[in-house]
């Protein structure tokens, strides 16, 4: 038996783990060999290899396009680590940023997103220009993804997560308001009382506006009427600009949209509790040097403009 696995491991090419990864996460021979710069033909020669080495089909007919078959789907997380570790083998001992080559793919939220990564990215561009930022949304099971090795890095505004996933906080955010600036609430005072007898909007992506702020009125007995729900943050400036609705939103993104539009960023007359903006990696990545490189870039980009939270 071990002289048999000696020789199954002998037939092994790295490259053909790389392209077996691409074949997976694209699910298309074509997008698979543009991805690795291959033509077609020579990708098409690698899965035949790669099915005869696994002896599976991996990837079948599925209407125009490619399905992973159950064993090419068992083989995500475990190739996901091979590779991962054979990178690494192939590292300098010190990480050099300005010689960088390559990919980090980071989940992130609509807000991370516009708030953190404009104070980041200049700083990626100047300090690691050979190194690619690939941004995909957070969703509920991005730390599956970070676990299995399909996302490096996540900046997002949780700090629970499984085992196995490491956090840092980058800085703790408040809620506030913005309105046009012509609106007569900016001379008059945003009181709570105002803030209710206004027409708000809400950004959501489900339907359903902040919990955090409908739980915090119904204990006060309130609540406010929401006349318009927004699927993006990116669309607000404009609508909240020419109405006289009133729109809750995080402070910092509250005043990064203020500056694309002619918007007045006010107070909050409700007690909000400070909610955390955090890094989230896998514990396999927590000593990979350009990951590592990475998070302190983001730490030290965000503290250099972290304003102190009022309570």
Not at 101 to 113: I, K
């Amino acid at each position: 038996m071990a002289m048999q696995n000696a020789n199954e491991i002998g037939r092994l090419d790295l490259n053909l783990l790389v392209s077996l990864q691409a074949l997976l996460e694209e699910g298309s021979v074509t997008r698979a060999a543009k991805r690795m710069g291959m033509t077609q033909p020579a990708m098409s020669h690698s899965l035949a290899r790669l099915r005869q080495l696994f002896s599976d089909p991996l990837l079948v007919r599925n209407g125009r396009g490619m399905a992973t078959t159950p064993r090419a789907e068992s083989l995500r997380e475990p190739l996901a680590r091979v590779l991962s570790d054979a990178r690494r083998l192939m590292e300098p001992r010190e990480f050099e940023p300005g010689l960088a080559r390559g990919a980090m793919r980071l989940g992130v939220s609509e807000y991370t997103a516009l708030v953190v990564l404009p104070l980041v990215l200049p700083a990626v561009r100047r300090l690691a220009p050979g190194l690619r930022l690939d941004l995909e949304p957070w969703r509920a099971h991005s730390h599956e993804r970070l676990a299995q090795g399909d996302l490096d890095l996540a900046v997002h505004a949780e700090e629970t997560a499984p085992s196995g996933i490491f956090h840092r906080r980058l800085f703790t955010d408040r809620h506030a308001c913005v309105v046009r600036a012509g609106h007569p609430v900016v001379a008059q005072g945003l009181t709570l009382g105002r803030y209710l007898e206004l027409d708000h909007a809400a950004v959501t992506l489900t339907g359903a506006g902040p919990e955090d702020i409908h739980a915090a009125l119904q204990r006060t007995g309130r609540e406010r009427e929401v006349v318009l729900r927004i699927p993006s943050f990116l669309a607000a400036p404009a609508l909240i600009a020419s109405t006289d609705l009133v729109l809750t939103l995080p402070r910092r993104l509250a005043k990064r949209l203020a500056g694309s539009a002619d918007l007045a960023v006010l107070e909050l007359p409700l007690a909000l509790p400070l909610f955390p903006v955090s890094l989230a990696w896998h514990e396999r990545r927590h000593h990979d040097r350009a990951h590592t490189w990475l998070r302190g870039l983001v730490a030290e980009e965000m503290g250099r403009a972290e304003e102190p939270p009022s309570e």
